[in-house]
């Protein structure tokens, strides 16, 4: 238990007070970093994609049936 508290104050105490690193990043990690981004936020958008299109078709078609039925009708 003491040895996990340890631990823990020991990783919060490296979080909260960082040491300066001493690396580049070039202009290329940056690039890489920015497109990473965005294919990732694209990825989420076209996997919602379907759980609207797919219901809004459904309601069109059931829609589209009505009419067709309410012509059919009259």
Do not use: H, N
């Not at 690193?21 to 694209?42: D, E, F, W």
């Not at 039925?69 to 009259?74: F, I, K, L």
Request: net charge positive.
């Amino acid at each position: 238990m003491i040895r996990a508290a340890l631990y823990k104050s020991f990783a919060v105490i490296a979080l909260v007070f960082p040491a300066s690193a001493s690396a580049y990043m070039g202009p290329t990690l940056g690039l890489g970093v920015v497109g990473t981004v965005i294919a990732v936020v694209g990825l989420l958008l076209l996997s919602l994609f379907p759980f609207v299109f797919v219901p809004l078709r459904r309601m069109l078609k059931k829609t589209k049936r009505k009419r067709a039925d309410e012509d059919a009708d009259a």
